[in-house]
């Protein structure tokens, strides 16, 4: 069992910067995969950045060049820092982490962009 705690969401004015933070109650060095998805009001959940077992860090085009998804293996917590926000980025986060047979999710975290 995995517990997820995000946090570091909140409003923000367009072009600032978050950055949300992904605490996982146990060693994150065992699991799969681990990101972030977001789902904005009326639209499908997305893939927004993530590390593959392999270490490989993924992101979602509409993001590339200003989100950067990071990770401290001794504090078990993965990082979003995301620059140069856009109201198109209003959304809810959540983060998520699978092992070999089970996937686990925060409980989300909002992020607005608007003047």
């Known amino acids: 069992q995995v517990q997820l705690v995000e946090s570091g969401g909140g409003l923000v004015q367009p072009g600032g910067s978050l950055r949300l933070s992904c605490a996982a109650s146990?060693?994150?060095?065992?699991?799969?995969?681990m990101g972030w998805y977001r789902q904005a009001p009326g639209k499908q959940r997305e893939l927004v950045a993530e590390?593959?077992?392999?270490?490989?860090?993924n992101y979602a085009d509409s993001v590339k060049g200003r989100f950067t998804i990071s990770r401290d293996n001794a504090k078990n917590t993965i990082y979003l820092q995301m620059n140069s926000l856009e109201p198109e980025d209003t959304a809810v986060y959540s983060c998520?982490?699978?092992?070999?047979?089970?996937?686990?999710w925060g409980q989300g975290t909002q992020v607005t962009i608007s003047s």
């Open positions: 998520y982490a699978t092992t070999a047979t089970l996937a686990y």
């Open positions: 146990s060693s994150i060095t065992r699991i799969y995969t």
């Open positions: 590390f593959t077992r392999g270490g490989i860090s």
